[in-house]
Protein backbone atom coordinates (compact mmCIF):
# COMPACT_ATOMS: atom_id res chain seq x y z
CA UNK A 1 0.00 0.00 0.00
CA UNK A 2 2.50 2.44 0.81
CA UNK A 3 4.42 1.59 -2.31
CA UNK A 4 1.29 2.49 -4.76
CA UNK A 5 0.67 5.42 -2.54
CA UNK A 6 4.20 7.37 -3.10
CA UNK A 7 4.12 6.08 -7.01
CA UNK A 8 0.46 7.77 -7.25
CA UNK A 9 2.19 10.78 -5.67
CA UNK A 10 4.80 11.07 -7.40
CA UNK A 11 2.73 10.88 -11.07
CA UNK A 12 0.66 13.52 -9.60
CA UNK A 13 3.31 15.98 -8.90
CA UNK A 14 4.88 15.18 -12.36
CA UNK A 15 1.98 16.16 -14.03
CA UNK A 16 2.04 19.18 -11.75
CA UNK A 17 5.18 20.32 -12.99
CA UNK A 18 4.88 19.54 -16.37
CA UNK A 19 1.52 22.04 -16.43
CA UNK A 20 3.40 24.85 -14.93
CA UNK A 21 6.04 24.77 -16.78
CA UNK A 22 3.97 24.33 -19.84
CA UNK A 23 1.64 27.82 -18.02
CA UNK A 24 5.36 29.92 -18.04
CA UNK A 25 5.86 29.26 -21.07
CA UNK A 26 2.71 30.37 -22.58
CA UNK A 27 2.84 33.37 -20.10
CA UNK A 28 6.35 34.27 -22.14
CA UNK A 29 5.43 33.86 -25.22
CA UNK A 30 2.41 36.41 -24.96
CA UNK A 31 4.34 39.15 -22.39
CA UNK A 32 8.05 38.88 -23.47
CA UNK A 33 7.69 39.86 -27.66
CA UNK A 34 5.34 43.11 -26.79
CA UNK A 35 7.94 44.00 -23.92
CA UNK A 36 10.51 43.83 -26.43
CA UNK A 37 9.02 45.95 -29.24
CA UNK A 38 8.36 48.75 -26.93
CA UNK A 39 12.09 48.49 -25.62
CA UNK A 40 12.98 48.73 -29.08
CA UNK A 41 10.98 51.71 -29.91
CA UNK A 42 11.63 53.55 -26.75
CA UNK A 43 15.38 53.20 -27.80
CA UNK A 44 14.93 54.49 -31.19
CA UNK A 45 12.76 57.07 -30.45
CA UNK A 46 15.44 58.73 -27.71
CA UNK A 47 18.47 57.29 -29.01
CA UNK A 48 18.82 60.76 -31.37
CA UNK A 49 19.34 62.69 -27.88
CA UNK A 50 22.87 61.39 -27.08
CA UNK A 51 23.66 61.52 -30.81
CA UNK A 52 22.62 65.39 -31.06
CA UNK A 53 24.10 66.13 -27.83
CA UNK A 54 27.52 65.14 -28.71
CA UNK A 55 27.66 66.77 -32.05
CA UNK A 56 26.67 69.89 -30.23
CA UNK A 57 29.27 69.26 -27.80
CA UNK A 58 32.15 68.31 -30.60
CA UNK A 59 30.86 71.64 -32.76
CA UNK A 60 31.09 73.68 -29.15
CA UNK A 61 34.77 72.19 -28.68
CA UNK A 62 35.65 72.36 -32.02
CA UNK A 63 34.53 75.90 -32.47
CA UNK A 64 37.19 79.07 -33.85
CA UNK A 65 36.05 81.52 -31.25
CA UNK A 66 37.04 84.70 -32.98
CA UNK A 67 39.02 87.55 -30.86
CA UNK A 68 37.93 90.65 -32.93
CA UNK A 69 36.66 93.47 -31.25
CA UNK A 70 33.12 93.56 -32.77
CA UNK A 71 29.85 92.64 -30.85
CA UNK A 72 28.59 89.42 -32.08
CA UNK A 73 31.51 87.77 -33.05
CA UNK A 74 30.62 84.14 -33.31
CA UNK A 75 32.31 81.15 -33.60
CA UNK A 76 33.18 78.43 -36.73
CA UNK A 77 31.95 75.42 -36.49
CA UNK A 78 35.04 73.09 -37.98
CA UNK A 79 34.09 69.45 -39.44
CA UNK A 80 30.61 68.27 -40.31
CA UNK A 81 27.12 69.38 -39.42
CA UNK A 82 24.00 67.95 -40.06
CA UNK A 83 21.95 68.55 -43.28
CA UNK A 84 18.87 70.66 -42.96
CA UNK A 85 15.95 69.23 -43.55
CA UNK A 86 18.07 65.50 -42.52
CA UNK A 87 15.69 63.30 -40.72
CA UNK A 88 15.78 59.88 -39.35
CA UNK A 89 12.40 58.85 -39.65
CA UNK A 90 13.43 56.74 -42.62
CA UNK A 91 10.51 57.89 -44.69
CA UNK A 92 9.82 55.32 -47.99
CA UNK A 93 11.49 56.65 -50.85
CA UNK A 94 13.57 59.47 -49.61
CA UNK A 95 17.29 59.23 -50.72
CA UNK A 96 19.93 58.29 -48.59
CA UNK A 97 21.47 61.20 -46.22
CA UNK A 98 24.88 60.06 -47.06
CA UNK A 99 24.54 59.24 -51.09
CA UNK A 100 26.18 55.61 -51.93
CA UNK A 101 27.66 56.59 -55.17
CA UNK A 102 30.25 59.17 -54.18
CA UNK A 103 33.41 58.74 -55.40
CA UNK A 104 35.72 61.06 -53.39
CA UNK A 105 38.66 62.96 -54.09
CA UNK A 106 38.69 63.60 -58.02
CA UNK A 107 40.82 64.63 -60.69
CA UNK A 108 40.73 67.94 -61.72
CA UNK A 109 42.35 69.49 -64.85
CA UNK A 110 41.84 72.74 -67.17
CA UNK A 111 45.15 72.53 -69.31
CA UNK A 112 43.20 72.26 -72.02
CA UNK A 113 39.85 73.62 -73.63
CA UNK A 114 36.65 71.95 -73.85
CA UNK A 115 33.99 72.27 -76.76
CA UNK A 116 30.27 72.87 -75.91
CA UNK A 117 29.78 69.56 -77.80
CA UNK A 118 32.06 67.72 -75.54
CA UNK A 119 30.12 69.43 -72.32
CA UNK A 120 26.59 68.46 -73.85
CA UNK A 121 27.47 65.22 -74.99
CA UNK A 122 29.10 64.33 -71.68
CA UNK A 123 26.86 65.73 -69.11
CA UNK A 124 23.55 66.09 -70.53
CA UNK A 125 22.32 63.12 -69.99
CA UNK A 126 19.06 62.69 -67.65
CA UNK A 127 19.33 66.04 -67.31
CA UNK A 128 15.72 68.67 -68.43
CA UNK A 129 15.46 71.71 -69.88
CA UNK A 130 17.19 75.03 -68.03
CA UNK A 131 20.14 72.99 -66.42
CA UNK A 132 17.38 70.57 -64.20
CA UNK A 133 17.86 66.93 -62.41
CA UNK A 134 16.00 64.79 -60.03
CA UNK A 135 17.45 61.78 -59.28
CA UNK A 136 15.25 58.83 -60.98
CA UNK A 137 15.07 56.33 -58.44
CA UNK A 138 14.65 58.48 -55.22
CA UNK A 139 13.42 61.58 -53.77
CA UNK A 140 15.93 64.52 -53.28
CA UNK A 141 15.87 65.96 -49.94
CA UNK A 142 16.50 69.01 -50.81
CA UNK A 143 15.45 70.99 -53.86
CA UNK A 144 18.73 73.60 -54.88
CA UNK A 145 19.60 75.99 -56.68
CA UNK A 146 23.03 76.55 -58.13
CA UNK A 147 23.64 80.28 -58.98
CA UNK A 148 26.45 81.48 -60.28
CA UNK A 149 27.48 85.06 -61.11
CA UNK A 150 28.56 85.36 -64.75
CA UNK A 151 29.36 88.24 -67.51
CA UNK A 152 32.25 86.77 -70.39
CA UNK A 153 33.41 83.96 -68.53
CA UNK A 154 32.34 81.44 -71.39
CA UNK A 155 35.42 78.93 -71.25
CA UNK A 156 35.27 79.11 -67.40
CA UNK A 157 31.63 77.81 -67.34
CA UNK A 158 32.79 75.25 -69.56
CA UNK A 159 34.68 73.52 -67.17
CA UNK A 160 32.00 74.03 -64.43
CA UNK A 161 30.08 72.24 -66.13
CA UNK A 162 31.67 69.50 -67.40
CA UNK A 163 32.77 68.72 -63.77
CA UNK A 164 29.62 70.15 -61.93
CA UNK A 165 27.07 68.26 -63.72
CA UNK A 166 28.03 64.89 -62.82
CA UNK A 167 28.62 65.77 -59.50
CA UNK A 168 25.39 67.07 -59.04
CA UNK A 169 23.86 63.75 -60.16
CA UNK A 170 25.85 61.67 -58.00
CA UNK A 171 24.79 63.26 -54.83
CA UNK A 172 21.32 63.10 -55.56
CA UNK A 173 20.56 66.58 -55.29
CA UNK A 174 17.02 67.98 -57.11
CA UNK A 175 18.69 70.69 -58.62
CA UNK A 176 18.88 73.67 -61.16
CA UNK A 177 21.73 75.72 -62.47
CA UNK A 178 21.02 79.42 -62.82
CA UNK A 179 23.58 81.99 -64.69
CA UNK A 180 23.16 85.28 -64.22
CA UNK A 181 24.67 86.97 -66.55
CA UNK A 182 25.33 90.93 -66.18
CA UNK A 183 24.42 92.73 -69.19
CA UNK A 184 26.50 95.40 -70.29
CA UNK A 185 30.33 96.14 -69.49
CA UNK A 186 29.26 98.25 -66.25
CA UNK A 187 31.26 97.90 -63.30
CA UNK A 188 30.45 94.05 -62.15
CA UNK A 189 28.16 93.72 -58.73
CA UNK A 190 28.63 89.97 -57.68
CA UNK A 191 26.38 89.83 -54.75
CA UNK A 192 23.54 91.90 -56.48
CA UNK A 193 23.56 88.85 -59.36
CA UNK A 194 23.65 86.30 -56.19
CA UNK A 195 20.08 88.37 -55.16
CA UNK A 196 19.12 88.36 -58.43
CA UNK A 197 19.42 84.27 -58.89
CA UNK A 198 17.75 83.70 -56.03
CA UNK A 199 14.30 85.82 -57.05
CA UNK A 200 14.63 84.39 -60.20
CA UNK A 201 14.95 80.63 -59.22
CA UNK A 202 12.02 80.63 -56.87
CA UNK A 203 9.48 81.87 -59.86
CA UNK A 204 10.89 78.52 -61.64
CA UNK A 205 10.59 75.99 -58.68
CA UNK A 206 9.92 75.99 -55.00
CA UNK A 207 13.34 75.73 -54.06
CA UNK A 208 14.63 75.74 -50.39
CA UNK A 209 18.44 75.29 -50.46
CA UNK A 210 20.49 78.22 -52.58
CA UNK A 211 24.14 77.20 -53.64
CA UNK A 212 26.09 80.56 -54.63
CA UNK A 213 28.98 79.44 -56.42
CA UNK A 214 31.81 81.58 -58.39
CA UNK A 215 32.28 80.05 -62.19
CA UNK A 216 35.88 79.60 -61.56
CA UNK A 217 35.68 77.24 -58.46
CA UNK A 218 35.68 73.35 -58.64
CA UNK A 219 35.58 71.09 -55.97
CA UNK A 220 38.24 68.31 -55.79
CA UNK A 221 36.32 65.78 -53.75
CA UNK A 222 32.42 65.16 -54.43
CA UNK A 223 31.95 64.56 -50.41
CA UNK A 224 32.07 67.96 -49.95
CA UNK A 225 27.63 68.31 -50.71
CA UNK A 226 26.05 70.84 -52.19
CA UNK A 227 23.44 70.94 -50.10
CA UNK A 228 22.25 73.39 -46.95
CA UNK A 229 22.84 72.57 -43.11
CA UNK A 230 21.73 74.08 -39.77
CA UNK A 231 23.83 77.08 -40.37
CA UNK A 232 24.84 79.20 -43.57
CA UNK A 233 27.82 76.70 -45.11
CA UNK A 234 31.22 77.97 -46.54
CA UNK A 235 32.02 75.44 -48.90
CA UNK A 236 35.11 76.66 -50.34
CA UNK A 237 37.88 76.61 -47.26
CA UNK A 238 40.63 75.28 -48.87
CA UNK A 239 41.57 77.07 -52.47
CA UNK A 240 44.71 75.89 -54.14
CA UNK A 241 45.16 79.92 -54.68
CA UNK A 242 45.49 80.01 -50.87
CA UNK A 243 47.63 77.11 -50.55
CA UNK A 244 44.54 75.12 -49.70
CA UNK A 245 43.66 77.28 -46.45
CA UNK A 246 41.32 79.87 -45.17
CA UNK A 247 43.33 83.40 -45.91
CA UNK A 248 41.60 84.42 -42.93
CA UNK A 249 39.14 83.25 -40.40
CA UNK A 250 36.16 85.18 -41.54
CA UNK A 251 36.73 83.86 -45.15
CA UNK A 252 33.14 83.42 -46.88
CA UNK A 253 33.84 83.76 -50.52
CA UNK A 254 34.24 81.51 -53.68
CA UNK A 255 31.15 78.82 -52.89
CA UNK A 256 28.49 79.26 -49.99
CA UNK A 257 25.13 77.62 -49.24
CA UNK A 258 22.31 79.35 -47.32
CA UNK A 259 18.44 77.76 -46.82
CA UNK A 260 15.80 80.08 -47.81
CA UNK A 261 14.50 80.86 -44.37
CA UNK A 262 18.50 81.92 -43.05
CA UNK A 263 18.67 84.20 -46.80
CA UNK A 264 15.66 85.53 -45.72
CA UNK A 265 17.03 86.14 -42.06
CA UNK A 266 20.23 87.95 -43.51
CA UNK A 267 17.69 90.48 -46.11
CA UNK A 268 20.08 88.42 -48.59
CA UNK A 269 23.38 89.94 -49.80
CA UNK A 270 23.86 93.55 -50.10
CA UNK A 271 23.16 95.35 -53.52
CA UNK A 272 26.09 98.18 -53.21
CA UNK A 273 29.14 96.46 -53.38
CA UNK A 274 30.23 97.51 -57.04
CA UNK A 275 33.24 96.49 -58.23
CA UNK A 276 35.94 93.55 -57.13
CA UNK A 277 36.19 92.88 -53.06
CA UNK A 278 33.99 93.09 -49.37
CA UNK A 279 30.69 91.90 -50.17
CA UNK A 280 32.15 88.33 -48.89
CA UNK A 281 32.51 89.36 -45.76
CA UNK A 282 29.75 92.00 -45.70
CA UNK A 283 27.74 88.65 -46.00
CA UNK A 284 29.61 87.04 -43.43
CA UNK A 285 28.61 89.68 -40.94
CA UNK A 286 25.08 89.97 -41.70
CA UNK A 287 25.13 85.93 -40.79
CA UNK A 288 26.65 86.77 -37.43
CA UNK A 289 24.62 89.78 -36.22
CA UNK A 290 21.36 87.56 -37.17
CA UNK A 291 22.84 85.04 -34.77
CA UNK A 292 23.79 82.01 -36.82
CA UNK A 293 27.63 81.26 -37.10
CA UNK A 294 29.30 79.45 -40.38
CA UNK A 295 29.69 75.68 -40.71
CA UNK A 296 32.99 74.47 -42.75
CA UNK A 297 33.78 70.98 -44.27
CA UNK A 298 37.32 69.96 -42.80
CA UNK A 299 40.46 71.06 -45.58
CA UNK A 300 40.88 68.07 -46.72
CA UNK A 301 37.20 67.65 -47.89
CA UNK A 302 36.66 71.18 -48.63
CA UNK A 303 39.83 71.13 -51.55
CA UNK A 304 39.18 73.80 -54.17
CA UNK A 305 40.81 74.06 -57.71
CA UNK A 306 40.39 77.93 -59.36
CA UNK A 307 40.48 78.42 -62.80
CA UNK A 308 43.79 80.80 -63.15
CA UNK A 309 42.49 83.72 -65.17
CA UNK A 310 43.25 88.15 -65.33
CA UNK A 311 41.02 90.06 -63.34
CA UNK A 312 38.34 90.83 -65.34
CA UNK A 313 37.58 94.45 -66.99
CA UNK A 314 35.81 96.54 -65.23
CA UNK A 315 35.77 94.33 -62.11
CA UNK A 316 38.49 96.34 -60.40
CA UNK A 317 38.90 96.84 -56.46
CA UNK A 318 36.74 99.65 -55.21
CA UNK A 319 38.65 101.40 -52.75
CA UNK A 320 35.11 102.56 -51.06
CA UNK A 321 33.83 98.89 -50.36
CA UNK A 322 36.41 98.42 -47.37
CA UNK A 323 34.83 101.49 -45.55
CA UNK A 324 31.42 99.83 -46.00
CA UNK A 325 31.74 96.44 -43.93
CA UNK A 326 31.98 98.64 -40.85
CA UNK A 327 28.94 99.44 -41.69
CA UNK A 328 26.91 96.25 -41.77
CA UNK A 329 25.30 96.06 -38.47
CA UNK A 330 23.35 99.20 -39.44
CA UNK A 331 23.12 98.80 -43.11
CA UNK A 332 21.95 94.96 -43.47
CA UNK A 333 18.30 96.02 -42.93
CA UNK A 334 18.02 98.47 -45.56
CA UNK A 335 20.70 97.53 -47.96
CA UNK A 336 19.47 93.42 -49.90
CA UNK A 337 16.11 92.14 -51.07
CA UNK A 338 13.76 94.32 -49.99
CA UNK A 339 15.65 96.86 -51.69
CA UNK A 340 16.98 94.88 -54.79
CA UNK A 341 16.10 96.68 -58.70
CA UNK A 342 16.79 95.07 -61.32
CA UNK A 343 15.32 94.53 -65.17
CA UNK A 344 15.54 90.91 -66.47
CA UNK A 345 16.58 91.71 -70.76
CA UNK A 346 16.50 87.59 -71.78
CA UNK A 347 16.00 84.17 -70.54
CA UNK A 348 17.84 81.12 -72.17
CA UNK A 349 17.19 77.72 -71.35
CA UNK A 350 19.57 74.89 -72.47
CA UNK A 351 20.11 71.72 -71.07
CA UNK A 352 23.18 72.54 -69.13
CA UNK A 353 21.81 75.49 -67.40
CA UNK A 354 19.53 78.30 -67.42
CA UNK A 355 20.88 82.18 -68.11
CA UNK A 356 19.18 85.16 -67.17
CA UNK A 357 20.82 88.38 -68.70
CA UNK A 358 19.73 91.32 -66.11
CA UNK A 359 20.15 95.20 -66.02
CA UNK A 360 21.60 95.56 -62.50
CA UNK A 361 21.11 99.50 -63.01
CA UNK A 362 24.37 100.51 -61.94
CA UNK A 363 25.60 103.74 -60.20
CA UNK A 364 25.36 106.47 -61.84
CA UNK A 365 28.60 107.98 -63.52
Known amino acids: MPKR ?22 VRKETFPTFSINFYRNFNENSTLPT ?21 QEQ ?24 PGLVGPL ?17 SYSL ?32 WLYYMHPILKRQQLDYGVYVINQQGEDI ?4 KLLNVGYVEALKDYDYDCFVFSDVDL ?26 YRLPYKTYFGGVSSLSKEQFIKINGFPNTYWGWGGEDDDIYKR ?50 LNTLEYTVTEIKKTMLYTMITVDVHGPLN
Not at 5 to 26: E, N, Q, R, S
Not at 129 to 140: E, H
Not at 153 to 158: A, C, F, G, T, W
Not at 220 to 231: A, E, P, R, S, V
Request: hydrophobic share 35%.
Open 107 to 123: LVEFNKPRSWNEVTDTT
Open 218 to 243: IPTDDNNLYKCFDNPRHLSVAMDKFG
Open 5 to 26: FFKILFVLALVGMICYAALLFA
Open 287 to 336: VVYNGMSVSRPDLVMGKYKMIKHERDLHNEPNPVNPDKISQTLWTMGKDG
Open 76 to 99: ETRGEEAPLFATNDHESGLCPEFP
Open 188 to 191: FNRA
Open 52 to 72: ESAQQMVEQQEADTNTGEEAG
Open 128 to 159: SLGGRFKPPDCIARQKVAIIIPFRNREEHLKH
